[in-house]
C-alpha cells in the first residue's frame, strides 16, 4: 500500500513539474482539476480509517437540524464552533446523506485552498505537492473543522502585508466561527510592526530556547492554572491525558525542523524577498510559530495546533527557493522539495 502512494505521488510530481514550465493557463487547469479529485478523495474516505471521521457524521445525521428547525440556541454535538455547525444545518435541510455533507465541506475547504493558491504561489502545483504531503490528509480528514479555519487565516495574511488590522481580524473571527484555535493566529499582525532584522530572528529563537529550558515547569503550572480557570483547553493540559497532553519539551524534533526551516528563510531575506511582497510576512509568521511551538513544547497538541496555523505559510515559501536556481540548475530545488513531500508522507502515515 506504502509504495503504491509513493508511485503515485511520484508520477504525480513530475507530471506537475513538467507542466509547471507551461503557460499559467495549462498549470491553473491542472490545479482545478487536481483539487477535484481531492474533494472526491474526502467526500468517499472510509470513514471507520479516519479518526473524527465518525463523530461528524453521527453529529450531522442526528444532532443537527435543518433551516426550519434551527436556532441560535442549539445544543450542537459534535461540533464546537457554530459556522461549522451551520454548514451542516444548510447541508440538512436538502438531504440527510452523509457523503453529501462530507462533498460540501471538502468543496469549500477545497476552493478556499484554490484562492489561497493561486494569490501567494509562486509554483501553484509544487505548493499543492508540499500542502498534500505536509498537511493534507490530517487537516481535510481528519482536523476537518481546523482544516477551513487555518485555510482562511493564510487567505488574510495579504492584509498583514498591507496593513489592513481590522479586515485581518474580521478574516480571523470568521475563521474562528470554523476553529477557535484561528484566534492564536490575530498576534502575527503585530509582529510587522516591528522592523526585525535577520540578528532580532535568531536573537528571539536562541532567548525562546533558553527560556524555555530554564522556565519549562513555571510554563507547564502557568498553562495548566490558566487552562483551568478559563475550562479552554482542558484535555490538551491534563496530566492525566498522556497522549493529548503530554509533549516531548525541548526534546522534540519539530523544533529543529522548524528553527532550520525558520534559519533558512531568513537568511536568504534579500533574494526571497524580490520574489514575494509577503515575505517579511512569512518569515514574521513562521517566527510566531516557532516561538509558540518551543515554549509550549511540555503539551503536546497544544504546541501543535498552536504553530500549524501560521506553520502552513512553509508549503507557500519553500517553492520559493526554486527561482534562485538557474534554469537549468532547478532540478536540485525540485528534487530537494520531493524528498521533503515523501519524508512528510512516510511521516504521516505512520501516525
Known amino acids: ?110 476552493f478556499i485552498l484554490y484562492k489561497d493558491i493561486r494569490r501567494y504561489a509562486v509554483f501553484p502545483l509544487i505548493v499543492l505537492c508540499l500542502y498534500l504531503a505536509r498537511f493534507g490528509f490530517g487537516r481535510h480528514f481528519v482536523q476537518i473543522r481546523a482544516g477551513i479555519a487555518i485555510l482562511i487565516v493564510v487567505w488574510a495574511l495579504r492584509y498583514i502585508t498591507n496593513r489592513q488590522l481590522w479586515r485581518y481580524f474580521m478574516a480571523v473571527t470568521v475563521a474562528s466561527f470554523f476553529h477557535i484555535s484561528a484566534f492564536i493566529a490575530l498576534p502575527t499582525y503585530f509582529l510587522n510592526s516591528i522592523p526585525l532584522k535577520k540578528k532580532h530572528v535568531v536573537e528571539i529563537l536562541v532567548t525562546t530556547l533558553v527560556f524555555t529550558s530554564i522556565y519549562s515547569v513555571q510554563i507547564n ?78 503539551f503536546h497538541v497544544l504546541s501543535a495546533r498552536g504553530s500549524t496555523i501560521t506553520a502552513t505559510y512553509e508549503c507557500f515559501f519553500l517553492p520559493f527557493f526554486i527561482r534562485m536556481f538557474k534554469k537549468q540548475d532547478r532540478f536540485i530545488p525540485y528534487m530537494a522539495l520531493y524528498l521533503y513531500a515523501v519524508i512528510w508522507i512516510t511521516i504521516n502515515i505512520n501516525k
Not at 437540524?65 to 441560535?72: A, G, I, Q, S, V
Not at 440556541?73 to 435541510?93: A, N, Q, R
Not at 479552554?232 to 525542523?257: C, E, V, W
Request: glycine residues 6%; contains cysteine; aromatic residues 16%.
Open 1 to 110: 500500500m506504502m509504495i503504491l502512494v509513493y508511485l503515485l505521488f511520484t508520477v504525480y510530481y513530475i507530471l506537475c513539474m513538467a507542466i509547471t514550465r507551461s503557460g499559467q493557463r495549462k498549470q491553473n487547469e491542472m490545479l482545478v482539476c487536481s483539487l477535484i479529485v481531492y474533494m472526491f478523495l474526502i467526500t468517499f474516505r472510509d470513514p471507520s480509517l479516519w479518526s473524527d471521521t465518525q463523530g461528524y457524521i453521527i453529529g450531522f445525521k442526528y444532532h443537527t437540524k435543518d433551516l426550519f428547525h434551527f436556532t441560535f440556541h442549539d445544543s450542537i454535538v459534535g461540533y464546537t464552533e457554530f459556522g461549522f455547525y451551520l454548514i451542516g444545518v444548510i447541508v440538512k435541510t436538502f438531504t440527510t446523506h452523509e457523503r453529501i455533507y462530507l462533498l460540501v465541506v471538502g468543496a469549500l475547504s477545497m
Open 221 to 298: 503550572k502557568k498553562v495548566t492554572a490558566w487552562s483551568m480557570d478559563t475550562k479552554l483547553a482542558l484535555s490538551y493540559t491534563d496530566n492525566r491525558q498522556t497522549m493529548k497532553s503530554t509533549g516531548q519539551g525541548l526534546h522534540n524534533p519539530m523544533i529543529i525542523y522548524q528553527s532550520a526551516i525558520l534559519l533558512l528563510l531568513t537568511f536568504n531575506e534579500k533574494r526571497l524577498g524580490e520574489l514575494s511582497p509577503h515575505y517579511i510576512t512569512f518569515r514574521n509568521g513562521y517566527l510566531y510559530s516557532t516561538v509558540w511551538l518551543i515554549i509550549l513544547s511540555s
